[in-house]
């Protein structure tokens, strides 16, 4: 097990080696970053100044070992750099260390203040969103997909497949637009709910935050939308298979209850493509939460990044699309270990 899991890992890790390089070839250099740094005024020297803070009066070669080493865990730091960046982690040498390192994300053009502590201000509140989004999915589709299986052919099983077609073909920013307008702006009386809000509320006289999980409910329901239709379908297509098998008809011959088959023996069996779809959508939906928070208000990393991108602020662009990818990668570790769990047959490829 733990071969199959370092294998698994060392497969993460060159697939992020991947996203950085497409990342830093997608956004580095795009424009002039010098002049978004310093504004509308500014002289030369200055330009010139933060073009040399920035490595782009160096060959593009070079600008991408740079950024490379300052996102690299592992990475070689002179002592002024790990003063200047304010780099946090553990640091071995003398003038010039061998760092074992928090990522360095770089600064924000706009804000000047460090990606990386902008995108952990907001990381609670996406992950906060995609958890809710994946409990509701997972909470109606599985059950609901059982029943559907169980009850072949009859009205709840075609009610079922049609609510999932309608699920999976409506966008989630079309979903968002509706819900909010309906139960935001419409029914706000009735449901307590508004067009837009975030996880927090901000005390106007003591600068206090505090949590208003009502905020929650839209964003969460439009976000799990999505997986809720296709977890519905797997489980459903999943259940008809197994349902079909000896061991099933041996359980009912036992004299086992219909429900103890269905609910332990059946079920447990045909989680295999329902745990890929949950890990996979929990993945996307941290990655693609953008229109959706930002539809509502919602702040968290994804609506971040779409202001950022608005305001061409490149360096929180990159360090949330690395954010993102590596949760991905992370969460598709956690489901290839729950194969192995799941399945011991899975641990031999």
């Known amino acids: 097990m733990l071969r199959y899991i370092t294998k698994k890992i060392l ?15 997608l956004f ?53 750099e790990i003063k200047q960046k304010k780099l946090k982690g553990f640091f071995i040498g003398g003038e010039t260390k061998l760092a074992f390192k928090v990522p360095y994300l770089r600064k924000s053009y706009q804000t000047k203040r460090n990606v990386g502590d902008m995108l952990l201000q907001a990381l609670p509140g996406t992950l906060l969103l995609a958890v809710a989004a994946m409990l ?26 049609f609510s999932s077609i309608v699920g999976i073909s409506a966008p989630s920013f079309f979903m968002g637009i509706i819900l909010a307008y309906i139960f935001g702006f419409v029914l706000t009386d009735w449901t307590g709910l508004h067009i837009s809000g975030s996880w927090f509320d901000i005390d106007p006289v003591t600068g206090a935050k505090k949590l208003t999980l009502a905020n929650l409910i839209l964003p969460a329901i439009t976000l799990g939308i999505r997986p809720l239709a296709i977890i519905t379908q ?4 999943s259940m008809l298979d197994v349902l079909d098998q000896d061991f099933v008809r041996t359980a009912y011959a036992k004299g086992l209850s219909r429900r103890k088959v269905v609910w332990k023996h059946a079920l447990r069996n045909a989680l295999n493509p329902v745990i890929t779809a949950i890990t996979g959508w929990f993945a996307e939906l941290l990655a693609g939460a953008f229109f959706v928070e930002y539809i509502f208000g919602w702040q968290g990393i994804g609506k971040m990044t779409v202001d950022a991108l608005e305001k061409l602020d490149y360096p929180v662009v990159m360090g949330s699309v690395l954010i993102a990818a590596g949760f991905f990668i992370l969460v598709n570790i956690l489901a290839d270990v729950l194969y192995g769990v799941v399945d011991p047959r899975v641990r031999k490829v």
């Open 11 to 25: 497969y993460g890790i060159l697939v992020l080696i991947g996203v950085v390089v497409l990342v830093f070839f």
């Open 28 to 80: 580095q250099g795009f424009g002039d970053p010098s002049r978004l740094v310093m504004g509308q005024s500014g002289d030369a020297a200055t330009q010139a100044n933060i073009r040399k803070e920035l490595y782009l009066d160096q060959p593009r070669w070079k600008q991408f070992m740079f950024y490379l080493n300052d996102v690299s865990p592992v990475a070689i730091h002179s002592k002024e």
């Open 136 to 161: 509701i999915a997972v909470a109606i589709g599985i059950p609901l997909g059982v029943l559907a299986a169980v009850k072949q052919n009859t009205w709840l099983d075609t009610t079922a497949i």
């Open 234 to 237: 797997l489980t459903r297509s």
